[in-house]
């Protein structure tokens, strides 16, 4: 049980904002460099991977959907598009409410400076995020309609492949980039300052998170 935590996703990520909080706290100008270098390699492979997870999950998806995947399509996407409007309408509804009671400065003063970063390394990604939703679905819904086996098969391997990137490389490198993060912000001192705003707003988002789910599944239980 203490093993299955310990290697869980969400017990890494919560290890690596207090491990950041931690080392940015007392950190020297020496371990920041690290901390920026990190930050940034991190950032750089996280953002390249993403269009390519969007393109093997989504178009994959639509392609096994067959001869009525435009209809299905366009059913989800109607969905998707209400429940995201009722979405930001929702959290537009509770940020004028409780967003004013929390003391929120706009400007942090006495804000600590970071030192330089040691180098920059660019890996500007294949596309970006629209352009491989976009090629997902069109690849995903001309798949389905010429209902093409060897497309759908090369689809899947790409999703394989997808997979296992995000299982050797992404999850690795999170927490890291995590961490990284919040380092640099204790650092500053940009969270220390705005701890108790910071966990406010958090705290706020996951119940909205939970509210907003509750809404979806009761709506959809009542319409099947």
Not at 162 to 179: E, G, K, S, T, Y
Request: with cysteine; proline share 4%.
């Amino acid at each position: 049980m203490i093993k299955k935590i310990l290697s869980s996703l969400i017990f890494q990520l919560l290890l690596a904002v207090v491990a950041g909080l931690v080392i940015g706290s007392f950190a020297d100008a020496s371990v920041m460099k690290i901390a920026l270098a990190v930050k940034q390699v991190g950032g750089q492979v996280i953002f390249f991977l993403v269009p390519l997870i969007i393109f093997g999950f989504v178009s994959l998806s639509i392609a096994r959907l067959n001869s009525n995947a435009s209809k299905v399509l366009l059913f989800t996407f109607a969905l998707a598009y209400v429940s995201s409007i009722g979405a930001a309408f929702f959290g537009m509804a509770v940020g004028y409410e409780f967003l004013p009671q929390l003391s929120i400065t706009s400007q942090l003063q006495n804000l600590r400076e970071l030192p330089e970063l040691p180098f920059t390394l660019k890996i500007p990604p294949v596309m970006d995020v629209m352009t491989a939703l976009v090629l997902s679905i069109f690849v995903g819904l001309s798949a389905a309609w010429v209902k093409s086996k060897e497309i759908v098969n090369l689809l899947d391997s790409f999703q394989q492949m997808v997979i296992l990137l995000v299982q050797r490389i992404l999850l690795p490198v999170l927490p890291f980039f995590i961490a990284a993060n919040f380092s640099v912000l204790s650092y500053e001192g940009a969270i220390t300052t705005q701890l108790p705003v910071f966990a406010a707003v958090i705290l706020i988002a996951i119940v909205c998170h939970y509210v907003w789910l509750f809404v979806l599944y009761t709506a959809a239980s009542l319409y099947a």
